[in-house]
């Protein structure tokens, strides 16, 4: 059993009988009273965002997960395929349970997929990956004075702010969790 003061992003607590990730969290001491953990927790197999107080020290349930890498495969009709790197079995999950990732899986992303016993609970995916840009309008040279950006649209057709310098086939870092571009990659 673990308590209040354990809480940190990412962490999986057991709490009214349902898995919740902590999304963010923020300890609060008002001048009078009790101290409390103001939270925001989002439901493993619902996806649903909840904000929860709780008392400072009130005792959780944490669940420990197990993370095995995995190699993405491919998608079949609403199924994705995934590929354990060491065993080599495979694991198929529903667009529910990568919904998070999706605008950036392409084949042999390599992934790490967290499970509660058997049961798979979370997909995660590096926090900067290289991607190349499909589609965007045409940047004008001698136009970047101010910095100004323009649409991209990626390889798996997420679109994202890009310089106005980026151009059709450059490949650059984006940072996955903000969904934002972070710099062209040197060919």
Not at 17 to 42: C, D, Y
Not at 57 to 77: D, F, H, M, P, Q
Request: net charge negative.
């Amino acid at each position: 059993m673990a308590n209040t003061s354990d809480f940190k992003n990412g962490l999986i607590i057991n709490h009214k009988n349902n898995l919740w990730k902590i999304v963010e969290f923020l300890h609060v001491k008002p001048g009078k009273g009790n101290a409390f953990v103001r939270s925001k927790l989002k439901n493993i197999r619902t996806g649903q965002v909840v904000e929860e107080t709780f008392r400072a020290g009130e005792k959780i349930e944490t669940v420990r997960v197990e993370a095995r890498n995995y190699n993405y495969l491919y998608s079949e009709n609403t199924n994705y395929i995934f590929m354990d790197q060491e065993t080599y079995e495979q694991v198929s999950l529903t667009e529910a349970q990568v919904e998070d990732v999706l605008d950036f899986l392409l084949e042999n992303t390599i992934t790490t997929i967290a499970f509660n016993g058997d049961e798979p609970i979370e997909v995660r995916i590096p926090q900067h990956m290289n991607m190349t840009i499909k589609d965007t309008d045409p940047g004008e040279k001698g136009n970047t004075a101010q910095g100004g950006s323009k649409p991209a649209k990626l390889e798996t057709d997420l679109t994202i702010q890009v310089p106005l310098f980026i151009q059709i086939g450059d490949v650059i870092r984006i940072d996955t969790k903000e969904k934002r571009y972070i710099e062209r990659v040197k060919s």
